[in-house]
Each structure stands twice: as C-alpha cells, then as structure tokens.
C-alpha cells in the first residue's frame, strides 16, 4: 500500500473520533455548574482549552475564553486545525482521496456528516440549546463506527484506519478526564457535592459508559470507580486500555509477522501503554496521580503518532 493512502486511512479515523472527543469535551465543561444562570458562565472556560492542548493557540486569536468564543473556536472555527469543523473536513477530504479503499456506505455517513454538520452555527445552537448539538456529534459517530464495522473490508487499510481510530480515542478520552480534573470547583468541600458528583455521571453519560458503570458497580457515583472504568476496564470499548488493546491487534495485522516480535518501533510503543494499563491497578494511577498519569500517557500517544509518521508515512 502506498504510504500516502495510509496516511490518508489512519487520519481519516483520527479525524472522526476527534470530532466525537472534541464535543464530549465540550459536555462536560458545560455541566460545571447545575445552575441555569451559570451554564455560560463567562470563567473558568480556560480547563477545557488546556485540556484539549489548544490553550495557547486559542490565545493568539482571542483576548478572552468565555463560553461563546470557546465554543466557536472548538467548534466552526476553521483557523483551528483542531475544531470539530476542521476536523469534518479533514475527514471528508481524506475518505474523497481514499473511495476506492473505502466502502460505499463509509463514504456516504462522512458526506452526509459534512453536509449537516454545515447547516449549524453558533445562532442555531444557542437557541436550540448545545444538548441536542452534542447528540447529533455523538450519533454521527456512532453511525461511522457502525457502518465501517460492517461494510468495511479487513485488509491494511482498514487497519490502518482501526489504529488511527482507536489511539485518537484513547486521547480524547484520556483528555477528557483531564477537563473533569481541570474544572474548578468554588469551595474544596464541594467535592464529592451533587454538582461535583453530576459532573462525573455527565462524564460517563457522554461517553456512552453509564449503563457499564452501573453494570460493573452500583447507581452511587464514586470518581476513583469512574477513573477505573475509563482507563482500565477491557470490557468497556471507550477505556484506555481496550484502545491500545485494539491499536495494538490492528497494527499487528499490519505487520502480520510480528505477531510475537514487535516490528517497528510504533508497535513497541503501542505495546508497552497497553501492558503499562493492562498491568496497572486504580490505586497506582490514583498514588501516581490521575493528573500526572494521563499527562503521561498522552505523551506516550504523541510519540505514537511520530512513530507513525517515521515508520509507515515517510514520502
């Protein structure tokens, strides 16, 4: 396969699950406060811009992070390369550059995506209110993942797409938990409050993961049993470690050879953040600390995606 319609595959399937994280993100920071009057407070909407690594770009742009310039900037901007907009785009470029390697129907959920993702602005979804944004971002996604799933041939470039996928998702979910560290609560005794507590069950109800955490667990909310579930439950599809489970198996049909060996050093690095979940307990991320750990681990994914580049890109 031609390295640039790999690369066209594996940023095809980082682009849509951006999209997805991107929005999930917004969720969340939107439900730090249950007062009506609070909803677009105008503070505190810097969390989200440094969890989602676009602080600093967001700064060279705007004067000021309140709750309208950030979600335009997150979401219809198209100077940010990182905007859900962009990212649509991006997608729809890449599927465009890709048909022949792609399923009929793939091609068709990104186009269709993209032309009502276009009918939306800021105006419509203020009025409408940013829930029903949300969930059309998330059923968006949902139909992607269903439709490649099944009408999606498993050759390399599904494969390369499926690793591209599932490591953009281990670092949007990986972020996402990082906005929930980053909201700032009024008073430390407010931890554990039913504001602080109804923005961890939104965390799970936006990444689909309720129904699992009270499957595993019990209706009560507990932040380290929500932490344990997202990072380390190879049960749950949007954990840490079903990612890099998942990235490592799609690599490896890459390179079918290696199925004992890593070949590259991609599959190393991808190998070693899924054995460093797999092995690791909730009580070691929590005495490392949550902050610390994902920090660490989303670094761990920026030196995938050079590996990549390196390995399987270069052109």
């Known amino acids: 396969m031609l390295s640039r319609i790999a690369e066209y595959l594996f940023w095809l399937g980082r682009f849509m699950e951006r999209a997805q994280g991107i929005s999930i993100s917004l969720e969340v920071q939107l439900t730090s ?7 677009y407070d105008n503070s505190n909407w810097e969390p989200i811009l440094n969890a989602v690594g676009q602080l600093s770009s967001f700064y060279t742009t705007h004067t000021q992070a309140d709750s309208q310039t950030v979600m335009d900037y997150l979401v219809f901007d198209l100077t940010n390369p990182n905007s859900i907009n962009s990212c649509i785009n991006k997608a729809r470029e890449n599927a465009r550059g890709v048909r022949d390697m792609i399923s009929k129907e793939t091609w068709e959920i990104i186009n269709v995506f993209y032309h009502e993702f276009s009918e939306f602005n800021m105006e419509r979804i203020l009025k409408e209110g940013p829930d029903r944004f949300f969930h059309f971002i998330r059923n968006k996604g ?6 490649t799933e099944i009408t999606m041939f498993r050759d390399k470039g599904y494969h390369f797409m499926n690793t591209g996928k599932f490591i953009e998702r281990a670092d949007q979910i990986a972020r996402i938990l990082d906005v929930k560290y980053h ?22 109800d936006s990444t689909g993961a309720y129904e699992a955490y009270v499957k ?16 380390l439950n190879n049960r749950l599809p949007r954990s840490l470690v079903y990612c890099m489970s998942h990235a490592l198996e799609s690599i490896r049909q890459i390179n079918p050879s290696s199925n004992k060996h890593y070949s590259t050093g991609t599959e190393q690095r991808i190998g070693k ?7 690791s307990s909730v009580e070691d991320v929590f005495f490392f600390g949550l902050h610390e ?22 052109h």
């Not at 406060?33 to 909803?39: G, I």
């Not at 949902?142 to 439709?147: E, K, L």
């Open 33 to 39: 406060s249950l007062e009506a009057s609070d909803y």
């Open 293 to 314: 750990y994902l920090t660490n681990f989303i670094s761990g994914l920026l030196g995938i995606g050079s590996g990549m580049n390196q390995d399987y890109f270069a």
């Open 142 to 147: 949902y139909s992607f993942d269903g439709v």
């Open 216 to 231: 595993q667990y019990t209706t009560k909310i507990v932040p380290i049993h929500v932490a344990e579930i997202l990072i």
């Open 183 to 204: 909201i700032p609560l009024k008073r430390i005794q407010d931890v554990g409050n039913p504001v602080d507590i109804y923005q961890w069950r939104t965390l799970l």
């Open 273 to 279: 953040l899924y054995y460093q979940l797999a092995y």
